[in-house]
T-cell receptor
Framework: NAGVMQNPRHLVRRRGQEARLRCSPM?????VYWYRQLPEEGLKFMVY????????ESGMPKERFSAEFPKEGPSILRIQQVVRGDSAAYFC??????????FGPGTRLTVL | EDQVTQSPEALRLQEGESSSLNCSYT??????LFWYRQDPGKGPEFLFT???AGEEKEKERLKATLTKKESFLHITAPKPEDSATYLC??????????????FGRGTQLTVWP
């Protein structure tokens, strides 16, 4: 059973470009979460999604950030007009209902 | 405000020297407390879930315990391969934030031969 998959593993963008991060949950998991880890800081919750629904986006900045988990395909975290402060590791996690979250390997975003 | 504090920030142990990591938390209704291990450049790896005070879980050299205010991760006779950052997280039992995990900053464990 493959684990949570994220791609790309590393992403370099220039200021003002768009970043798209993809996450495929573990088989059988219907819940997806996105977290951000800044250098020297802990993991911070961003958004919680189920298929075609955003359950909790209170941890996500109101501007430039959006997330989706369509009926078919991976979950996408999209960052528009990236700034240097967006440089971080972005982790996706998935879980069945009411169970532990399993994390992917992360996408390391560098904004030049 | 929900908070998780881990101590110490860093811990160096000689191989075979047992010790404990601490995770203290404040949350309005604990749904679950989770321990993860994170190696450099990788995602957190799930270790344990604890749901109620008095509960204990074990896996190889690791044992996690839970009280009403804190959790301990006991490491017995550690080996160099146990070197990693250990993360503690809590999940609150509230409808609007039911899914999210609140993480501590972690304890960086180094075990030297």
């Amino acid at each position: 059973n493959a684990g949570v998959m994220q791609n790309p593993r590393h992403l370099v963008r220039r200021r003002g470009q768009e970043a798209r991060l993809r996450c495929s949950p573990m088989k059988g998991h219907s819940h997806v979460y996105w977290y951000r880890q800044l250098p020297e800081e802990g993991l911070k919750f961003m958004v919680y999604l189920q298929k075609e629904n955003i359950i909790d986006e209170s941890g996500m900045p109101k501007e430039r950030f959006s997330a989706e988990f369509p009926k078919e395909g991976p979950s996408i975290l999209r960052i528009q007009q990236v700034v240097r402060g967006d440089s971080a590791a972005y982790f996706c996690a998935s879980s069945p209902p009411n169970k532990a979250q399993y994390f992917g390997p992360g996408t390391r975003l560098t904004v030049l | 405000e929900d908070q998780v504090t881990q101590s110490p920030e860093a811990l160096r142990l000689q191989e075979g020297e047992s010790s404990s990591l601490n995770c203290s938390y404040t949350v309005s209704g604990l749904r679950g407390l989770f321990w993860y291990r994170q190696d450099p450049g990788k995602g957190p790896e799930f270790l344990f879930t604890l749901y109620s005070a008095g509960e204990e879980k074990e896996k190889e050299r690791l044992k996690a315990t839970l009280t009403k205010k804190e959790s301990f991760l006991h490491i017995t006779a550690p080996k160099p391969e146990d070197s990693a950052t250990y993360l503690c997280a809590v999940q609150a039992d509230r409808g609007s934030t039911l899914g999210r995990l609140y993480f501590g900053r972690g304890t960086q464990l180094t075990v030297w031969p």
